[in-house]
């Protein structure tokens, strides 16, 4: 009988029962990871269709570079065999025989 | 019963469908494949580049030269475009203008055919194609192709060989060194495979598939370019001053081996090896046999000295007249004679019937050891295509008279760098050694040098340095003392042989030689030199002595060598 004298607040014997949304619970999640998703496939289509256009017209551009490096290779050789030959030892007698130089003679051998 | 039908009918269409699935997918399935890849791979063959070749300073030799051929598409060109187009092609390809014409016709025929390509002219030069293509002509076009390049002209054409085609059209390299080092020289081609579209351009992203071409190994030569230029010059001007078919001259370093130069006259060009008889081809310092005549004397001498069989002053006491053996007189080229003359004086005068008395002392055994031991009847093993070596007769097939002619140098053939390497023994205190054009073969990433290499000691130093006072002596005193240049120590011997024809030996023809080196007490170079049938004298005293003194003279100077005496 005593407990019933008690002069406790009222609210200590509430129980408090939380409430739950489940729908909230389920909806929150996945439509972030959807989103993610659908962008992240569209931003990675369009990289692609952009680097295969890219690439496609690079193809153009190697192929120029590969004709370019051989034209530089066979303008190098040329050049180099024009070295060769402008230091040919057959050139030079030439020109220096053209310049007046001649073969020595008579060598004096100092002591 | 329709109903049936119906299910017959689609029973048949589908394994109809799938029988030709499996024809396709499995039957056919490679040669789609293959048909699939071809169109959507392109493959290039990326060729290997020929490896160049040096003189021993790093100057080039020979090397590759991209050039051009020239092509025609008749279908395109009109008729009045075709008769313009000849004229003008002409006047760039052919300098004389009186050929203009035939070269135009020549041109104008090729346009005729009825075909739909046509080649017009090969190897044309940078120069030639931007002169063609600044006509601005149209139904022309350019295929580049790899050919050899040669700064020093036709120069050492026998040294090098040139380079030709294989059976299948590819560079194959002949005679000389192109032949010999061809594996090293060819490299290995290599091929890219990629991905193409439909514009037959490259994909970037698509497949490629690499196989590196293998470039060419280069060669470093022991050839000194200087002295090769020198030696070509003085054989081309002795070749004209003493009216001979040929001449050849070859320098070597006697303690190396190494050739320094190597030439022969009359040559050609390697670029227009076609233009030549083949007879050029074959470079006779290596591949030509001739009978050595008196500078084979020295050799003898050698071999009877280092036996100790005779010295420098052991008289010959059947030298006062013709040595009587077999029926047959030896008697000496002058017909002069010297009774108990000396071993030294046998040299100097070049005494047959001395020679004689010496091959005589020695025996056959020796003798034949001796010839063995010097490396006659042997490839000498020079790195050159197309070495002969003539056999050395079986010993028990000498005769008493052969033994007496070998001892001066007939009756017997060798090879020129046979005979000079056998002098270099003497030279460098009596080693035989492998004589080497190449020096060092080189790749992108490794260099392989070839290392002198000695054979056999043939004589003994004493003997050698005997025998090489015996030779200044015989320069100083001999018949060719007057072209020696003064003050110089130099080590030689003239040789004039008969050559044989039909059985005998005509008096008229004659290879004249002279094999000698310098400075004789140290030598920088051991060189023979050789006149095939000279007119204006028969003898070598005369002819290849003269041009061994004036190469000698070069040498010096190039060497810095001061004179001694």
């Keep these: 009988m005593a407990l019933l004298l008690c002069n406790c607040p009222k609210t200590s014997f509430m129980t408090i029962i939380k409430k739950f949304d489940p729908e909230e619970y389920s909806n929150k999640f996945p439509k972030k990871y959807v989103v993610f998703a659908v962008v992240g496939i569209l931003v990675l289509s369009i990289a692609q269709i952009w680097v295969n256009n890219t690439a496609v017209s690079y193809g153009e551009k190697l192929e120029s570079i590969a004709k370019l490096k051989s034209t530089l290779e066979m303008e190098n050789t040329f050049l180099e065999n024009e070295m060769a030959s402008e230091l040919s030892l057959t050139n030079i007698a030439t020109k220096s025989s053209k310049l007046g130089f001649s073969k020595i003679e008579s060598i004096q051998y100092i002591r | ?565």
């Design chain 2, 1 to 565: 019963m329709r109903i049936y039908l119906i299910k017959i009918f689609f029973l048949i269409f589908f394994f109809s469908i799938l029988a030709r699935l499996f024809y396709w997918q499995v039957v056919k399935a490679d040669f789609l494949q293959a048909k699939g890849e071809n169109q959507h791979f392109k493959d290039t063959a990326v060729e290997a580049e020929r490896g160049k070749i040096f003189f021993s300073d790093k100057a080039i030799l020979a090397t590759s030269n991209p050039s051009f051929s020239l092509y025609g598409l008749p279908k395109v060109i009109t008729q009045e475009e075709k008769l313009k187009m000849s004229y003008l092609l002409a006047k760039i390809f052919v300098d004389d203008s009186s050929q203009i014409d035939a070269e135009a016709k020549n041109i104008l025929n090729s346009l005729q055919q009825d075909l739909y390509w046509v080649p017009i002219k090969k190897g044309l030069d940078q120069k030639t194609k931007k002169k063609i293509e600044d006509l601005n002509l149209i139904g022309i076009g350019f295929n580049t192709a790899s050919g050899r390049f040669y700064p020093e002209g036709s120069s050492s054409a026998h040294l090098l060989g040139f380079v030709g085609s294989d059976a299948k059209g590819g560079q194959k390299g002949y005679f000389g060194l192109e032949g010999f080092y061809e594996g090293e020289l060819k490299g290995m081609p290599g091929f890219l495979r990629h991905e193409k579209d439909a514009l037959g351009l490259p994909i970037l992203i698509g497949k490629f598939l690499t196989n590196k071409a293998n470039n060419g190994k280069d060669l470093v030569l022991n050839i000194d370019r200087s002295i090769q230029f020198t030696v070509e010059e003085v054989l081309k001007q002795g070749l004209e001053k003493y009216g001979a078919k040929a001449v050849s001259a070859v320098v070597m370093d006697p303690k190396t081996g190494a050739i320094l130069a190597l030439a022969s006259f009359p040559s050609y060009d390697p670029i227009k090896y076609f233009s030549f008889s083949s007879d050029y081809y074959k470079n006779p310092i290596v591949a030509d046999t001739y009978e050595p005549g008196s500078t084979f004397k020295v050799l003898v001498m050698a071999a009877a000295l280092n036996e100790e069989l005779v010295e420098p002053d052991t008289t010959c006491d059947i030298c006062n007249g013709p040595v009587q053996l077999g029926g047959f007189a030896i008697r000496t080229w002058n017909n002069k004679y010297y009774p108990d003359t000396t071993m030294k004086d046998v040299i100097i005068h070049s005494d047959n019937t001395g020679m004689v008395f010496t091959g005589m002392k020695l025996g056959l055994d020796k003798f034949h050891e001796y010839l063995e031991n010097y490396g006659f009847g042997e490839p000498s093993d020079i790195d050159l295509q197309d070495e002969s070596s003539p056999d050395l007769r079986p010993k028990d097939e000498w005769r008493e008279i052969d033994l007496a002619t070998a001892s001066f140098g007939q009756g017997i053939a060798i090879t020129p760098i046979q005979m000079v390497r056998a002098v270099a023994s003497i030279a460098n205190g009596g080693y035989l050694m492998e004589p080497h054009v190449v020096r060092e073969i080189k790749d992108e990433k490794n260099t392989f040098e070839i290392k002198p290499k000695m054979i056999r000691q043939v004589i003994k130093e004493n003997t050698a340095k005997i025998m090489t006072e015996m030779m200044v002596k015989a320069v100083d005193e001999g018949e060719a003392k007057w072209a020696k240049p003064k003050g110089f120590k130099i080590a030689g011997k003239t040789g004039t042989a008969q050559i044989p024809v039909a059985g005998h030996y005509d008096p008229n023809k004659t290879i004249a030689s002279f094999v000698g080196f310098a400075p004789a007490d140290d030598p920088k170079f051991v060189m023979l030199v050789l006149y095939n049938q000279p007119s204006s004298s028969i003898f070598g005293s005369e002819t290849a002595a003269p041009t061994f003194f004036e190469i000698a003279k070069e040498l010096f100077v190039y060497y810095k060598i001061a004179p001694t005496e």
